[in-house]
Every structure is written in structure tokens, then in C-alpha cells.
């Protein structure tokens, strides 16, 4: 089932994760799929920002040029927009809604439990819980502060959120964004999650408890690019390993890994003595060549059970019978697509949501190891060898590939009721929206 109406895409850039990260990214020019080509129009709208500008998350500039584009389509009355879907930290657009008289809905990449956790951040600190006492710079701590505020959750570490929420005060710029976040979400229409009730009913449950109108919509697919040398590099590679054999690195398209890392990973993966596909994206060497990132021969010395690639078609990757695990960062769509794949994970958070996405997969679903850090949260040889060893081949290991080889199977057997929910509740969104627009179908 399509939705109808067309669908505009403004590429507005709305912060520094999108204008540093996300922009350089996004092909030139942005080659959409043959079946919705002609039915989305990308804008690229004025960010106002200069070059190597690190605003955070607002700029007038922005939010002005996304009102002139709207209030010019709607005068033009030709394909007037009925909505704005924006993600959560993009907050200045709720006034922009108001002011066109259009509604705000909220799309949260991420999943449920994150955007709960996210809305109900702001009385931690006013009532005394945040800043929390101690040193920032401790990935843990002995006797951690356990959360109990929100309805409908069980108590959670507040390690799972980021050091610079736990530490910070309210005066603190960032602070400061995610109270306006609380406030504008309350004024969105609805929140479209990209996620699914039977993962994580408990968070879904909350939501309902706090009357946000929360649909999952998810699995997102993800587009992939078209890199068909890498992509027969990577199979024809796979093939000649024996099965389960092949831990699978990958720290998606944004977290980035220090040249000592590198090392202490490197070293690890040697130790293991496990064969390995490691993507080390061009980005995250910059202009240096592999031998000057890796530590001295090791590629001379793994040659024969490595592989180390710039980019990989993940889901083919972990629907390889070589691969035996995913050593991630545990962002949300590598965290979806490993459980789709029935692949237990070896988990290295690194910020944002991904703490939270290695609680779901190490202590709720059990798919999972985490690889233990140092004291300041960094990569340790020995660790990432006993972590790559408990997983491919220990107790621990084998207990995580059974329970997601079993969420697997539900996941595969409801997946056409599932495509079909989510296809619903997209289907909802958009009869609501015009509904709420009095747009009819018939010119």
C-alpha cells in the first residue's frame, strides 16, 4: 500500500550532526529509487551556516527559510504541505508548524525506550538526581544511580545515558536543547517510532501510560549503496570461510575510531585468532593509508583470515552463513538488521542511544556480549580478545546465537503481519493528517 500524497523532503540540515555528518554524505545529486522518484521533491534549503560553523541544533537562518518555502507553497496553493515530520532535536520547527497552521509529528529514528528516556530527562534536574556527582570521564561506576521515574519501566543504570546528560547542569547549552525537546514534544500530533511493539512492549506501554500517541513504524528499510567490487569482494570472501567461523566489525556511518583504538582493536581481533571482516570507512583514516593506522605488520600477519574493506553490504554480510557475529556499535538500524539476521552481537557503545541499545541486547533480548572498556571507556586488546572468543566460541557466545536465532524465527514468522502493522499505522498517519487538513482525494 502507497501513500498517496506527495511527500516533500526538506534537506534544511537542521544542526552540526546534520550539516558535519549527515550532508557530506547524501549523494550528488540525491538519486532517489525508480518507484518514488517522481513522487518526492527534495528542497535544499538555507542552513545559514559557515563552513566548519559548530552551531548546535537551532539557527534562525533555518527556521526562517523553512517558513518562506512553506508559506510560498501554500500561496502557490499547487501542493500544499500538510505537515511537518521532523525528528525530535529539531525542536524550532514546532513554531514553524504553528505559525503555517500545520500540525508537528515526530519521527524518533531510534527506539522506543530512547525516546522515553528522552522526554522524561528534565525533572532529574530539577529535582537534584542530575548532575550526578563523581568524574565524567568513568564509563562505570561501582554503585551506578538507578532511575525509577518514569511510569511503566522498571529501573534502569543511568549509565545508559550519555556522559554529557548525566553531567551537566540545567544552565548547560545542551541541557538547555533537550528541555525545549521536552517542552515542543508535548505539542506534537503524534510520534512515528522506528521500532516495533513486540521488541520492546514495556516502552510502548509507558508511552501509552503518558498519553503520547506513539506508532511503530518500523523496520525503516535502509538503502544501500551500489558498490557491486566491494559487494563481490566482501561474499566471494565469505564463501570460502567455514560457517559461523567470521566475527563482522562495522561502527556505522557516523562513530569514529582513534588511532590508538584502532590498535588495541587490531591487536585484539590478532589475539583471537578468529577470521574477521573489519569495514574501516575512508572517513575514519582520513588521509593516512591502512599500514599507518594499524599496528606494524598486522596486515601482513592476518592475511590470510582477514579482510578489511571500506564499505560492506551489511544485511548480506550478516545473512552469510560465515558470519558468526557482529562486533558494532550498537546503533539502532545495525542493532535491528543483527536481529533480523538472527547475528549475536558484540557490543562497543559509543554514544547517543547505543547504551541503551546494549541493555536491550545484553540483558533484555540475551543476543549479546559486551565488550568490557577501560576505566575511561576505551578499547583494551585483551578485552576485544576474550569478548571475539566468548562469542564464536564460548558458553555465553552460544546461549546469545540461540536467542537470536529464536527472535529471528518470530521476527520471520510474523513478518508479513508485521510489514502489514506498520504499513497501517503509515497508512493512519496519512489519512489523519489530511483529515486534519480537510485535503480530499477527488480533485
Known amino acids: 500500500m502507497m501513500l498517496k500524497e506527495e511527500l516533500k523532503l526538506n534537506c534544511n540540515l537542521p544542526s552540526k550532526l546534520y550539516t558535519r555528518m549527515n ?7 540525491i538519486d532517489l529509487p525508480g518507484h518514488v522518484s517522481g513522487r518526492i521533491s527534495v528542497h535544499v534549503l538555507e542552513d545559514g551556516l559557515e563552513p566548519g560553523d559548530n552551531s548546535l541544533f537551532s539557527n ?22 500538510t505537515c511537518i515530520v521532523s525528528e525530535p532535536f529539531a525542536p524550532w520547527t514546532l513554531e514553524v508548524a504553528q505559525r503555517a497552521g500545520i500540525p508537528r509529528v515526530e519521527f524518533c529514528a531510534s527506539n522506543a525506550m530512547s525516546y522515553l528516556v528522552l522526554i522524561n530527562l528534565v525533572h532529574l534536574y530539577s529535582e537534584g538526581i542530575f548532575p550526578e556527582k563523581g568524574s565524567p570521564t568513568k564509563w562505570t561506576t561501582e554503585n551506578p544511580v538507578m532511575l525509577d521515574h518514569i511510569p511503566g519501566l522498571p529501573p534502569f543504570r543511568s549509565e545508559l545515558l550519555g556522559r554529557e546528560i548525566r553531567f551537566n547542569d540545567a544552565s548547560h547549552p545542551f541541557v538547555k536543547l533537550l528541555t525545549e525537546i521536552v517542552s515542543c514534544s508535548k505539542h506534537s500530533e503524534r510520534v512515528l517510532i522506528n521500532s516495533v511493539i513486540k521488541l520492546e512492549p514495556m516502552a510502548f506501554k509507558a508511552l501509552q501510560i503518558q498519553g503520547v500517541k506513539a506508532f511503530d513504524v518500523g523496520p525503516l528499510p535502509m538503502p544501500g549503496k551500489e558498490e557491486s567490487s566491494s559487494k563481490a569482494e566482501c561474499i566471494s570472501w565469505l564463501n570460502s570461510q567455514g560457517d559461523h567461523s567470521v566475527i563482522y566489525i562495522a561502527f556505522g556511518s557516523v562513530a569514529t575510531l582513534s588511532v590508538e583504538e584502532m590498535h588495541e582493536l587490531a591487536s585484539g581481533l590478532e589475539g583471537s585468532g578468529c577470521s574477521f571482516m573489519w569495514v574501516i570507512r575512508k572517513d575514519n583514516r582520513g588521509e593516512k593509508e591502512l599500514p599507518q593506522i594499524l599496528p606494524e605488520g598486522f596486515l601482513e600477519r592476518t592475511k590470510d583470515r582477514g579482510l578489511i574493506i571500506s564499505w560492506a553490504p551489511q544485511v548480506e554480510v550478516l545473512s552469510h552463513r560465515a558470519v558468526g557475529g557482529f562486533l558494532s556499535h550498537c546503533g539502532w538500524n545495525s542493532t535491528f538488521e543483527s536481529l533480523q539476521e538472527g547475528v549475536p552481537m558484540l557490543c562497543c557503545p559509543r554514544f547517543s542511544d547505543q547504551r541503551i541499545n546494549c541493555h536491550y541486547i545484553c540483558e533484555q533480548w540475551n543476543t549479546g556480549v559486551e565488550v568490557m572498556r577501560t576505566d575511561t571507556g576505551g578499547l583494551e586488546r585483551s578485552y576485544v580478545e576474550a569478548g571475539v572468543k566468548a562469542l564464536l566460541h564460548g558458553e555465553e557466545g552460544l546461549k546469545a546465537r540461540h536467542n537470536a536465532q529464536r527472535i529471528m524465527a518470530i521476527t520471520k514468522k510474523s513478518q508479513k503481519e508485521g510489514e502489514r502493522h506498520s504499513v497501517a499505522n503509515l497508512q493512519r498517519f496519512y489519512d489523519d493528517m489530511r483529515a486534519l487538513c480537510c485535503i480530499s482525494d477527488n480533485p
Open 23 to 29: 550532508w557530506p554524505l547524501l549523494p550528488d545529486p
Open 60 to 81: 534562525s537562518t533555518m527556521k526562517e527559510s523553512l517558513f518562506a518555502f512553506i508559506h510560498g507553497e501554500q500561496e502557490m496553493g499547487v501542493s500544499r504541505p
